[in-house]
């Protein structure tokens, strides 16, 4: 009986799920509170130093304006010239032997390939007036016994590139009715390669840019950590983290660049005010109605977060190699 009257021990409470999951939010909320504070310490910081702040957004600015106002620049250019490539057409001289039905019917055929947009027919007659017109030597050619210009199809093709022209070209002068063709596509071959070669000079210039603004933040950050080398020594003796010492710097890093990037959108919109005006006049006199573009709503938010992210990789570089040089137990 003394053996069944002896109490059993009590169970203890399962806590080690709560105790655990308590632990995961705790560490979550302090990670978020740290960023925070990280992100609201490098602010103002900034703000408390605004020579400096100012004069390494300025130098960052600059440095994203050029390759995005020459960027801007180029797709105006690319924009404006998008309708010279349409002039461009081959004259299809045909043989003098074909009448104006077989003209009508050889121009309908052309006018149906894919690649052709449409086909405008010159008989020899309207050639030779228009020649008439515009030479001045009308007196002299009524004195012809029989008009000595040929029939001519103005083909007008739908991909302007040169090899597509030239192949559009062989193609045309293997039909029996046509004697020649001629295609001027010099012109158009050297608006392609300077587009292309202004395109490549944009990308090289962005690329060191870039590397230029990621020396400026690296720099600007290495200052920052000399500045704040005995904080950083009190943090690490106490058992700060080189994650916990270095997040305020990232952070940093991200805020010159973002900055940078929204001023260099705001100094590159300036310039194309500036010189509106006078392009606008320019447009005017040769009666067209394209209008400029600006910096557009994909640069208005990708150049700034690019920028950042500049910044960020720059301070993340400088943060990893100058803070393993603070060693409290060096001091």
């Not at 021990?9 to 080690?16: H, S, T």
């Not at 797709?75 to 003209?103: C, P, Y």
């Not at 690329?207 to 950590?225: D, G």
Request: hydrophobic share 50%; aromatic share 6%; net charge neutral.
């Amino acid at each position: 009986m003394a053996r069944n009257s002896r109490s059993a021990p009590a169970a203890k409470p399962r806590v080690g799920a709560s105790v655990a999951r308590s632990a995961w939010r705790d560490r979550l909320l302090a990670w978020r509170l740290h960023h925070r504070d990280s992100a609201l310490d490098a602010v103002n910081r900034m703000r408390n130093q605004p020579i400096s702040t100012l004069m390494t957004v300025l130098v960052i600015a600059i440095a994203l304006a050029l390759p995005t106002g020459i960027s801007v620049l180029l797709e105006n250019a690319r924009a404006a010239t998008a309708g010279w490539d349409g002039q461009a057409h081959l004259s299809v001289f045909l043989k003098k032997a074909t009448n104006e039905t077989a003209q009508r019917q050889l121009a309908t055929k052309v006018g149906q390939r894919a690649d052709v947009e449409r086909v405008q027919v010159i008989t020899p007659q309207q050639a030779l007036d228009e020649y008439k017109t515009l030479s001045g030597f009308g007196d002299v050619l009524e004195a012809l016994p029989d008009n000595p210009l040929p029939p001519v199809l103005l083909v007008f093709p739908k991909d302007t590139r040169p090899e597509a022209l030239a192949t559009l070209q062989t193609q045309i002068k293997a039909l029996p009715e046509v004697d020649l063709v001629q295609l001027d596509v010099e012109w158009v071959k050297r608006l392609h390669a300077m587009i292309e070669l202004a395109a490549r000079i944009v990308t090289v210039l962005t690329l060191a840019l870039a590397l230029a603004v990621m020396l400026v933040v690296v720099n600007t950050i290495r200052l920052a950590i000399e500045n704040r080398r005995e904080e950083i020594v009190v943090v690490k003796i106490v058992g700060g983290t080189d994650g916990f010492v270095r997040r305020p710097f990232l952070y940093s890093g991200f805020c010159f660049g973002f900055a940078g990037g929204v001023l260099a959108v705001v100094l590159v919109q300036a310039a194309l005010l500036w010189i509106g005006s006078p392009a606008e006049q320019l447009i005017e006199l040769y009666d067209s109605e394209y209008n400029l573009l600006g910096v557009g709503w994909a640069n208005l938010f990708m150049l700034p977060l690019f920028a950042g992210m500049l910044g960020l990789l720059g301070a993340w570089l400088a943060v990893s190699r100058h803070i393993q040089d603070v060693d409290p137990h060096l001091l």
